[in-house]
Antibody
Framework: EVQLLESGGGLVQPGGSLRLSCAAS????????MSWVRQAPGKGLEWVSG????????PYADSVKGRFTISRDNSQNILYLQMNSLRVEDTAVYYC????????????WGQGTLVTVSS | EILMTQSPATLSVSPGERATLSCRAS??????LAWYQQKPGQGPRLLIY???TRATGIPPRFSGSGSGTEFTLTISSLQSEDFAVYYC??????????FGHGTKVDIK
């Protein structure tokens, strides 16, 4: 059974930093493309960033480019999202999601971790 | 960036009735279209991919159709567990992968 377990969310002040983690199990992590997708309170889904199986390709949404960094540790089966210069509008539940390739649907999702940016 | 528009925003349906949800893309996405179901407090669940293929474990009352710019998700006979929010997503032009704003299916 595929499991994706996010952690690292919390309350942070504007301008602050946070690192999210996603522990993966039940599939061959090193063969899967991964993404972070967020959902602001009461809103829809917004893709944030993705990473290829080997980590060499890391696209970002324009809204987070230059502030967020996605990475992965294939030896530990963990996906990361380093979030710097956080803004109030970054407040959201952050989900990690798995897919088989770049142009593919998200087969599996985690339960999410809430990030609140507020003074 | 391809914009995805879903309609209606809310659909009120009685249990056992048919529900039809629409999704329109601002330009052709061929059949690179997925549907997801999301319940409160949960992550989304993949229902349909490639516009009409059910994901593993999805019951046959869920069906998808369409190609190009117009897509439909049909739930043939709504069960109590189907009341949720449904999102469409295009993955033809990636990145970014873009989602519709969702259709909430609630009890009439």
């Amino acid at each position: 059974e595929v499991q994706l377990l996010e952690s690292g969310g919390g309350l942070v002040q504007p301008g602050g930093s946070l690192r999210l983690s996603c522990a993966a199990s039940g599939f061959t992590f090193s063969n899967s493309a991964m993404s972070w997708v967020r959902q602001a309170p009461g809103k829809g889904l917004e893709w944030v960033s993705g990473i290829s199986p080997g980590g060499g390709d890391t696209p970002y949404a324009d809204s987070v480019k230059g502030r967020f960094t996605i990475s992965r540790d294939n030896s530990q089966n963990i996906l990361y999202l380093q979030m710097n210069s956080l803004r109030v509008e970054d407040t959201a539940v952050y989900y990690c999601a798995r897919k088989t390739s770049g142009a593919a649907p998200f087969d599996d999702w985690g339960q999410g971790t809430l990030v609140t940016v507020s003074s | 960036e391809i914009l995805m528009t879903q309609s209606p925003a809310t659909l009120s349906v009685s249990p056992g009735e048919r529900a039809t949800l629409s999704c329109r893309a601002s330009q052709s996405v061929s059949s690179n279209l997925a549907w997801y179901q999301q319940k409160p407090g949960q992550g989304p669940r993949l229902l349909i991919y490639d516009a009409s293929t059910r994901a593993t474990g999805i019951p046959p009352r869920f069906s998808g159709s369409g190609s190009g710019t117009e897509f439909t998700l049909t739930i043939s006979s709504l069960q109590s567990e189907d009341f949720a929010v449904y999102y469409c997503q295009q993955y033809k032009n990636w990145p970014p992968s873009t989602f519709g704003h969702g259709t909430k299916v609630d009890i009439k």
